[in-house]
């Protein structure tokens, strides 16, 4: 199986911050890469996809970078609701995978 | 609105068998691939299997492959999970998903707590 590995585990922001999350797959994924956003009790929310690809209905200060095996996910101004914990998912091969996680906390 | 709502889990045994369902409504259900992913407390999501929009296509996770079945009724909007040989790592909250092929996942459920102990 393909390994994500998401770094850091957890991010410590304050509110308007510029926060960056990256995701490392362990062979070339091209853009395969979703990435979630989970909040406590809650199923995870579909974010991005194919790397780069905003889904509807998420706020435009969230965006996806990268191909190959080093991704980002970026927020360019945290607002209060975006503090979750973010998960990258690649679905490259059929058995797709997840990382461990990064949960973004206030500071 | 897109809603997928699980139901089934319990505390069971190991050994047990438990049967999981998910009902979904808001869009037309025989035209998507759907998935059971599940996520044991305090870590990342794991997929677990995945079922074409006919069911003709079938796959599983290397860890519940000959335990797990899925299962899907296009008529009253349903998709299952029968588990059978359960053990204590099978304890998560289980989710139905709906997916894009066999890809990422854009609408999921509230999940349904499976716990195997004794």
């Known amino acids: 199986d393909i390994q994500m590995t998401q770094s850091p585990s957890t991010l410590s922001a304050f509110v308007g911050d510029r926060v960056t999350i990256t995701c490392r797959a362990s062979?070339?994924?091209?853009?395969?890469l979703a990435w979630y956003q989970q909040k406590p009790g809650k199923a995870p929310k579909l974010l991005i996809y194919?790397?780069?690809s905003l889904e509807s209905g998420v706020p435009s200060r969230f965006s996806g970078s990268g191909s190959g095996t080093e991704f980002t996910l970026s927020i360019s101004s945290l607002q209060p609701a975006d503090f979750a914990t973010y998960y990258c998912q690649q679905y490259n091969s059929f058995s797709v995978t997840f990382g461990q996680g990064t949960k973004v906390e206030i500071k | 609105e897109v809603q997928l709502v699980e139901s089934g889990g319990d505390l069971v045994q190991p050994g047990g068998s438990l049967r999981l369902s998910c009902a979904a409504s808001g869009f037309t259900f025989n035209s998507y691939e759907v998935n059971w992913v599940r996520q044991a407390p305090g870590k990342g999501p794991e997929w677990v299997s995945y079922?074409?929009?006919?069911?003709?296509?079938?796959y599983y996770a290397d860890s519940v492959k000959g335990r797990f079945t899925i299962s899907r009724d296009n008529a009253k909007n349903s998709l299952y999970l029968q588990m059978n040989s359960l053990r204590a790592e099978d304890t998560a909250v289980y989710y139905c998903?709906?997916?894009?092929?066999?890809?990422?996942?854009?609408?999921w459920g509230q999940g349904t707590l499976v716990t195997v102990s004794s």
């Open positions: 079922i074409s929009n006919t069911g003709s296509n079938i």
């Open positions: 194919k790397a780069s």
């Open positions: 062979q070339s994924i091209s853009n395969w």
């Open positions: 998903a709906r997916g894009k092929g066999a890809t990422y996942f854009d609408y």
